[in-house]
């Protein structure tokens, strides 16, 4: 009899761990202490290669902040932002969404040379941009939170996907939230992670219709606060500048704080999908208005969004590999 119970235990078992390391459950086997025993120094290497950076170039925590946000939302949380063009990849770098646009790749080269000097072949490329990522938002003021890590890096890209799935500034309230509740995400996270825009710029390409044309008769806005959009309109004319910079949070461009929603309340939102938040939903309103009187509160929102996010179906176990250069996969 006892026999019996112990094989029906070991099948219970078996089928557990069956169960707890398939694809669908691939988010739970990340953890924060995953590089504990095989690479302790990889959370030090990496805050003190962003701390540097970011002491260099202040924008550049925005940068890297967004580099996570833009791999994440196209194929999950997998590196596949990071690959150059070769014969066989088309380099999402070329998508919409990231040409001339997204940058940060020099710090993450040289966050993968240190580690990979420290400990050869075991800390992934995702896993180094998700640690960027907190170390930027705390190095600007923001919140900290326990990164889970364990990801696994892509064989591959997705130009189509990058160019589909990552939110555009002029997409309407709805594509968004759609874009946000196919990775999973809910209407709270879609306001706490716009909370980003706290640090960073944008290019007067991305604005430019609210300054001109939004309303079809060649006046601006009517949701932009007239004076702020005659500030914008004398660096981004109508034709011309296109790669023109500008805050997002012009009160403190490079502290991660709550000014973002405050701005947003003033109808000074610099891109249409920040002032969409405020004028088109009334639970995204009503978030809007809390984040504004409650730092604190967003604060704790955004560190548990970009958990969340960071979770977006990894790459676990034996998927994917560990590249040893972030730009190209293993030969």
């Known amino acids: 009899m006892a026999h019996y119970i112990n094989n029906a235990v070991l099948l219970l078992l078996a089928s557990s761990l069956v169960l707890c390391f398939s694809p669908a459950t691939a988010a739970s086997v990340l953890y924060p202490q995953f590089y504990d025993f095989s690479c302790p120094q990889a959370n030090d290497i990496v805050k003190s290669v962003v701390s540097k950076a970011v002491a260099r170039e202040p924008r550049m925590a925005a940068s890297l902040l967004r580099l996570h946000f833009h791999d994440c939302f ?175 949070d012009p009160g403190s461009p490079t502290k991660f704080d709550n000014g973002y929603y405050k701005n947003l309340m003033a109808l000074r939102g610099l891109l249409s999908s920040d002032e969409i938040l405020y004028t088109q939903n009334q639970e995204t309103y009503d978030l809007v208005k809390h984040y504004a009187e409650n730092q604190d509160d967003f604060f704790k929102q955004f560190a548990k969004s970009m958990i969340k996010m960071g979770n977006i179906t990894p790459l676990t176990g034996n998927h994917g590999e560990i590249r040893k250069i972030c730009r190209r996969i293993n030969n």
Request: with cysteine.
């Open 74 to 248: 196209v194929k999950g949380c997998d590196g596949s932002i990071l690959l150059d063009g070769s014969g066989t990849i088309t380099s999402e770098k070329r998508s919409v969404p990231n040409r001339d646009s997204a940058r940060g790749f020099e710090v993450i080269d040289e966050i993968k040379s240190a580690i990979e000097k420290a400990c050869p072949q075991t800390v992934s490329c995702a896993d180094i941009l998700a640690l960027a990522a907190r170390d930027s938002t705390v190095l600007t003021g923001g919140p900290s939170w326990d990164v889970p890590l364990g990801r696994r890096d892509s064989l591959g890209a997705s130009l189509s996907g990058s160019n589909q799935n990552i939110p555009a500034p002029n997409n309407t309230f709805q594509t968004i939230l759609t874009k946000f509740k196919l990775k999973g995400l809910d209407i709270v996270d879609f306001v706490a992670l716009s909370g980003s825009h706290t640090i960073g710029n944008a290019r007067c390409t991305s604005f430019r219709q609210r300054l001109y044309n939004n309303t079809g008769n060649g006046q601006p806005d009517f949701k932009l606060e007239q004076s702020y959009a005659a500030r914008l309109r004398v660096n981004c004319p109508r034709t011309g500048g296109d790669q023109n910079l500008f805050p997002m």
